[in-house]
Nanobody, 126 residues
Framework: QVQLVESGGGLVQAGGSLRLSCAASGRTFSSYRMGWFRQAPGKEREFVAA????????YYTDSVKGRFTISRDNAKNTVYLEMNSLKPEDTAAYYC???????????????????WGQGTQVTVSS
């Protein structure tokens, strides 16, 4: 499995931007599909964005389309989530996750992912 560490969260005003990073350990990062999920207090963890191994395809939940961008740098073993035009409803703990190449589960599903980071808090004030 791969070890994941998120960073870049913080407090921002509505309309602002943040860039989350997720650093992965191991030499097989490029063989994982990568995703970002979030969990607000009292709510279930939900899919935010995902990217395939060679960045050919990206996926977003409807509420962040046009505002968030997922990307990855396989040379740096890092995946990013660029978040613009942030809204108070984006407030949550954001988690990076890795889905192995062998997974047959759809990339937007929680159970496609076998490795998770510890999360980074994003708070958007109105």
């Amino acid at each position: 499995q791969v070890q994941l560490v998120e960073s870049g969260g913080g407090l921002v005003q509505a309309g602002g931007s943040l860039r989350l990073s997720c650093a992965a350990s191991g030499r097989t990062f490029s063989s994982y599909r990568m995703g970002w999920f979030r969990q607000a207090p009292g709510k279930e963890r939900e899919f935010v964005a995902a990217i395939t191994m060679r960045s050919i395809n990206t996926y977003y939940t409807d509420s962040v389309k046009g505002r968030f961008t997922i990307s990855r740098d396989n040379a740096k073993n890092t995946v990013y989530l660029e978040m613009n035009s942030l809204k108070p409803e984006d407030t949550a703990a954001y988690y990076c996750a890795a889905s192995p190449v062998s997974s047959t589960v759809r990339i937007t599903a929680l159970n496609a992912y076998t490795s998770w980071g510890q999360g980074t808090q994003v708070t958007v004030s109105s």
